[in-house]
């Protein structure tokens, strides 16, 4: 069914196969889809780069060589070989009159059917495919159904593979692993026992950005979005991670040993704060007070989010020398 369906669909505009290498728009093709079919071609769209070439401009289901605002497709035409624009020009880069052209392609079509599709050409089109000729011997040859470096109708091309592509493809190759650290059982506490603590709502939200690597840094911004690459907002390090905002930026580190030191005024034994213990979750603390310090982790993470870059030192700076006043009981 699903090879068949879309076969006899897609029969009218040369196939799936050649319609997805041409550069259709939805709205502009002469059949009526189904939503289902609609979507489909949408999110091909979306993932496959169509490299705009002028002389591998291919005549069919083309969005800018239109008649009656509806591309065009002609299956006897297509049949012969006819496939590009300049299929349609003379080594010049001239278009053929009607007369040479159904003797070069051995094709009964009437001479105003030939016109009308010449006249549908846009005039630029034609001048930048005479550019490319006039200064290069160039062939036009159809694209490949590739999305990355996957080719999506070959038969190695698997489910698994085309998950990966798309996903690089729209995450800009991107990916979400826990670098920091392989302890699989503090992975698991960081996911979910900050759901039961007395924290409000933002809090939370912020610390599951963090431990699930989606918390939006320069870096993350950079590589999911193409935003510019900017410097920490603190020191001014070129690259903004997540490890360094939040725990190997000097403003971050010294923090962390003040809280370190104020957290070992009453509670014996707290660990050397590593990255793992910012990012996700302090482990191996008694029960009694585990979730009191790793509630004072989360909080100490919304500073960073609530407090403006150029403020935050200042707001650092002075918590860091007031924390020795307070008591953590
Ligand atoms: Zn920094």
Redesign the pocket.
């Known amino acids: 069914m699903w090879f068949h369906i879309p076969k006899s669909i897609f029969k009218s505009l040369g196939g799936l196969d050649f319609l997805l290498k041409c550069d259709f728009e939805l709205t502009k093709i002469p059949i009526l889809l189904s939503n289902f079919h609609k979507q489909v071609l949408h999110f091909w769209k979306m993932v496959f780069t169509h490299n705009f070439t002028p002389h591998g401009s291919i005549v069919w289901n083309n969005r800018s060589i239109l008649i009656n605002r509806k591309s065009i497709f002609k299956t006897d035409w297509y049949e012969k070989g006819i496939l590009f624009v300049t299929d349609l020009m003379g080594s010049d880069g001239l278009l053929l009159n009607h007369r040479d052209f159904i003797i070069k392609f051995n094709l009964n079509c009437s001479c105003n059917e030939y016109l009308k599709l010449c006249k549908a050409i846009p005039v630029g089109l034609i001048h930048l495919i005479q550019n490319t000729l006039r200064y290069s011997k160039v062939a036009a040859s159809l694209p490949k159904l590739k999305v990355g470096e996957y080719i999506v109708t070959d038969r190695k091309c698997n489910n698994a593979l085309l998950v990966t592509a798309f996903k690089s493809k729209f995450f800009n190759d991107y990916n979400n692993y826990f670098l920091v650290t392989p302890n699989l059982s503090i992975i698991e506490k960081a996911f979910s026992m900050f759901v039961k603590w007395p924290l409000s709502p933002k809090v939370k939200e912020t610390h599951f950005k963090i431990s699930h690597n989606i918390y939006p840094v320069a870096k993350f911004l950079h590589k999911r979005f193409k935003f510019d690459l900017t410097c920490?907002a603190?020191?001014e390090?070129p690259e903004e991670s997540l490890n360094?905002?939040f725990f190997s930026?000097?403003?971050s580190s010294k923090l962390w040993g003040d809280i370190k030191r104020w957290l070992s005024l009453k509670i014996d034994n707290i660990p050397e704060i590593n990255i793992s213990h910012v990012l996700y979750y302090v482990d191996g603390l008694d029960s009694k007070i585990s979730d009191m310090v790793n509630i004072v982790f989360c909080l100490l993470n919304i500073i960073y989010t609530a407090v403006n870059g150029e403020v935050l030192p200042l707001v650092l700076f002075s918590f860091s020398t007031n924390l020795n006043c307070i008591s953590p009981h």
Do not use: D, G, Q, V
């Open positions: 920490c603190f020191c390090c360094h905002l930026c000097p403003f």
